[in-house]
């Protein structure tokens, strides 16, 4: 039986570099190879999954096909890869110590201390190997290869145990297996316009010094990598130029990959992988064409989002992507205009009359309307107000989750009559409930 190859992808200095994205591009990469991939995410936050956290605090919760709630990278993944990945793809810190106590409880372990090592860190390299055999693409048999990102920034007090069970599933899966990509910070300061090699040299000594040392180096920048920046962080990082790789600035996502296969990101992997002698070169011509398509649109098209968390847009990362897909298909160019679904209340125009103003300046611009999901009952009128808007100016509407109930209460109260209907999620002893909660059957 093959041995499964494993690329952790891990960050410094700052986090929002982009890691996801990357993990999601190497995986992408290694599949234009004719490698066959799957992916895990590793969260170190105590919360057992993210169906309970804050899309402000967090972003939007993903759902895949088994009902698991997960970070929004898992959404990622799926678009780059094409794959249906489970809720064990996503690895928290809540599961790995639920995942022990209960074992504890059980008495799985006879009577004995149960310690962060050798008991969560065992945990960890388990669930790792167990989730990467899982076959993620239709086909039959695990994936060559397995793409670990490891969330957070290098240093993080919760990623302790996890940089401490990577450490030792890199030993435990032995050399040739493991490839270690470290996605860092190479700022340019505007006073001087010089790289600034500091900070990746810190974030580099820092994971060295926890037992983890990177073949690869991936520098977020605003421009490509100087020649002799190269040189200085191969000197002081131990890794040899030709392994460092810059992500600078692109007009969108889709130019990620094509700049690591540009700079045989590849090569590099197979190398410490001892695959170069197995894989092809990357065939990457469709996504080239769709990347190089959305560079050319000039034609906009505008779609008013009116929901609750328009602060951060990440919050509706999987419509924000949806629009841009079925944009780039209609050969157009996105506008997307956050509309807070509250600026458009009459309280609002009472209390403050510029936002009231200016969200409905948006919201009679666009050339279609969007209400997405949401919980609670702030800023439903003005969803209501949105919905009726576009049906009686015949404006494109869709509402998911949420926005589909607003729809259907908009339509009870001004067309079929009913004033006082509504969602009994909003209001449970309504007269006329037109949106009810689904009975236990």
Known sequence: MKKMKYVLVTGGVVSGLGKGVTASS????????????????????????????????????????????????????????????????????????????DKERRGDYLGKTVQVV?????????????????????????????????????????????????????CRVGVGNFCLIHVSLVPVLNVVGEQKTKPTQHSVRGLRGLGLTPNILACRSTMALDAHVKVKLSQFCHVSAEDIITLYDVPNIWHIPLLLRDQKAHEAIFKVLNLSGTSKEPSLKEWTTRAEICDMLHEPVRIA???????????????????????????????????????????????NADAYKAAWKLLKGADGILVPGGF??????????????????????????????IAVIEFARSVLGLKDANSTEFDPDTRNPCVIFMPEV
């Open 118 to 170: 050798p008991h969560i860190t065992d945990a960890i390299q388990e669930w790792i190997e167990r989730v990467a055999m899982i076959p993620v693409d239709g086909q039959e048999g695990p994936a060559d290869v397995c793409v670990i990102e490891l969330g957070g920034t290098i240093g993080d007090i919760e990623s302790m145990p996890f940089i401490e069970a990577l450490g030792q599933f890199s």
């Open 26 to 101: 190497i995986g992408l990469l290694l599949k234009a190879c004719g490698l066959r991939v799957t992916s895990i995410k590793i969260d170190p936050y105590l919360n057992s999954d993210a169906g309970t956290m804050s899309p402000f605090e967090h972003g939007e919760v993903f759902v895949l096909d088994d009902g698991g709630e997960v970070d929004l990278d898992l959404g990622n993944y799926e678009r780059f890869l094409d794959v249906k990945l489970t809720r064990d793809n996503n690895i928290t810190t809540g599961k790995i110590y639920q995942f022990v106590l």
């Open 305 to 351: 989002v009116v929901g609750k968390y328009t602060g951060h847009s990440d919050s509706y990362l999987s419509v924000l992507k949806a629009l841009l897909h079925a944009s780039v298909a209609c050969r157009k160019k996105l506008v997307v205009d956050w509309v807070p679904a509250s600026d458009l209340e009459d309280m609002t125009e009472i209390e």
């Open 376 to 405: 609670g009952d702030r800023g439903v009128q003005g969803k209501i107000l949105a919905a009726k808007y576009a049906r009686e100016n015949r404006i494109p509407f869709l509402g998911i989750c949420l926005g589909m109930q």
